[in-house]
């Protein structure tokens, strides 16, 4: 029962992160329509600047959270001009295998400032050990849940109720028709690109806070592949529970069935929702009017 | 207010759709731009609201004025924080969203207005949007998309609004119902409407003035009156013959007939 326990509680934090890395995702994807494949690297750059920020500047975790942000969104809105909108107009593919060359690029940006070594992460959020019915877990992860429950009410309500938001998901319908009502697609995808660079980066953070900063991190954007399809590509509550779930799975299978096995469960459960559910549990199924 | 003065526009630096397109939409009224499929209708509109670029079209001659401002190849946005909104054709809804989501997105320019008064008056346009506000737009049915659509034009307090086919797909009944909305948008809230249409019949009924467009210019202007006397555009256009003249197998065969206005 313990066991159960312990590998909830770590499920659930792993999952909350993976959520916080498929909203991002998610957050693009609604937008533009781009399958970002650098939302990896956008983790690894959150975590290696809070390092930095942290370790090398010696500035107060507050501080430096805050800095981290302002860089994600400077990273964002970067990606935007330089990558993006030189690329307007052109078709979909060509914006998606932009953003796999971006992640080389930023990976290595990473390793020429910081290396390819493996460090430790000053614990920013206090880790002290807490006991929930009779399983020990670090009170890091649960700050992890629990920033990623906050950030997923915020989007939710970003979304429905905001105008930015209304017209965020306008554009991901109809780009010219949204341009025709006077909403700048390119103020759109900047947003969409600063918010899931932030988003990320305090994912990247919250993971680097359990297990160190490495260039190993950009590996958990890959992860985000099994939690957008189970979810659907394009729903924010999709990004959240199949997140949990892949998570919860993850932990599971980890602990009762053995090591290793966790690694490809996630990528067997992929291959069985594309089957049978192409759109994902919650993704939008194209409306066709006959 | 609005006024188009031998414009060109070219697609791909190589397709010459507007061949010196000139054109006057006073204030206040209802200026109706009929023409075949082809004839470059929706590019003079697409011009006038910056469109054209993500097409890769582009005005190389000429000029558009706003209120005595010239406005080609301005970025869209600004164009619509001007005042002009263009209605595409084909409605354009955005599937997705609910109707009310759609309205609040047609609003997005407008800076400090009351979002809860302009839906009440939308509303009070088309009840039928009313009904549905909840429901998700790519679900409602072609008649209520299109009102979405002018409703959400309304939304934005437009000087002008640009009209691209709203009868595209639509039931007779249907058309005259719009049309009747358009009517009254253009007397209640003082909205200029330049009105592209094929429907010719219906466009005569509401326009203060019309033009007609072939091949990338004007070939024709009057009032409707003086449209509906003229031989080529009842043949052509309202699908009359003269009454009172003896058919004969020539006049079957219109195709062969020369438009007087073709030079």
Do not use: C
């Not at chain 2, 013959?241 to 073709?262: A, C, F, I, P, Q």
């Amino acid at each position: 029962m313990d066991l159960f326990i312990q590998l909830t509680l770590t499920g659930l934090t792993n999952g909350a992160i993976l959520a916080l890395a498929a909203l991002g995702f998610v957050l693009i994807y609604k937008s533009s329509d781009v399958i970002n494949f650098a939302q990896g690297e956008f983790l690894l750059i959150g975590a290696y600047v809070l390092f930095a920020m942290l370790v090398q500047f010696h500035l107060h975790w507050t501080i430096g959270l805050i800095l981290t942000l302002v860089v994600a969104v400077g990273v964002g809105v970067a990606v935007e001009r330089l990558v993006l909108r030189p690329l307007i107009g052109e078709p979909i593919i060509s914006v998606i295998m932009a953003t796999i060359g971006l992640s080389s690029l930023l990976r290595a940006i990473v390793s020429t400032i910081w290396g390819n070594q493996p460090r430790a992460f000053p614990p920013f959020i206090p880790s002290k050990p807490v006991h929930i019915l009779g399983a020990t877990v670090g009170a890091d992860r649960l700050w992890a849940i629990a920033i990623a429950v906050v950030m997923l009410f915020l989007f939710n309500l970003f979304f429905t109720r905001s105008k930015e938001g209304i017209a965020m998901r306008a554009v991901a319908d109809d780009q010219q028709a949204a341009m025709s009502m006077g909403i700048s697609v390119k103020h759109i995808f900047a947003w969409a690109w600063s918010i899931a660079a932030a988003t990320a980066a305090i994912g990247g953070a919250l993971v680097a806070n359990i297990v160190g900063v490495g260039p190993e991190l950009a590996g958990f954007g890959l992860r985000v592949f099994p939690v957008v399809i189970l979810g659907g590509l394009d729903s924010i509550p999709g990004a959240i529970v199949g997140g949990l779930i892949i998570g919860l799975l993850e932990a599971y299978v980890g602990g009762y069935l053995g090591m290793g096995l966790n690694q490809v469960i996630s990528f067997i459960v992929l291959i069985i929702i594309l089957m049978v559910r192409p759109y994902g549990l919650f993704g939008q199924e194209i409306i066709e009017r006959v | 207010m609005l006024s188009l003065n031998n414009v060109e526009v070219i697609y791909n630096k190589v397709i010459l759709v507007l061949k010196g397109m000139s054109m006057e939409v006073p204030k206040g009224k209802i200026v109706g731009l009929l023409g075949a499929n082809g004839a470059g209708k929706t590019t003079t509109l697409k011009a006038i609201s910056g469109l054209l670029k993500p097409e890769d079209g582009e005005v190389t001659d000429g000029s558009i004025t706003f209120m005595g401002k010239p406005i080609h190849n301005h970025e869209p946005e600004e164009i619509v924080r001007m005042g002009i909104f263009q209605v595409m054709e084909g409605r354009r809804v955005f599937e997705h969203l609910t109707v009310e989501e759609n309205l609040i997105a047609g609003a997005y320019t407008r800076r400090g207005g009351n979002t809860q008064a302009d839906l009440e008056m939308v509303y009070t346009y088309f009840p039928r949007l009313k009904e549905r506000y909840k429901q998700t737009a790519g679900y409602l049915s072609g008649g209520e998309q299109q009102m979405l659509a002018i409703g959400r034009a309304l939304m934005a307090h437009p000087k002008v609004m640009l009209l691209d086919e709203p009868s595209l797909g639509l039931a007779p009944l249907l058309v005259q119902e719009i049309f009747n909305i358009v009517q009254r948008i253009n007397q209640e809230q003082g909205t200029t409407i330049l009105l592209v249409e094929q429907n010719a019949n219906l466009t005569l009924q509401v326009a203060d003035y019309a033009y007609i467009m072939e091949n990338g210019r004007i070939v024709l202007e009057g009032t409707p009156e003086e449209l509906k006397e003229n031989a080529d555009v009842r043949e052509f256009y309202l699908g009359l013959t003269e009454v009172g003249k003896r058919k004969s197998y020539r006049d079957v065969k219109h195709y062969k007939r020369r438009k007087r206005w073709l030079s």
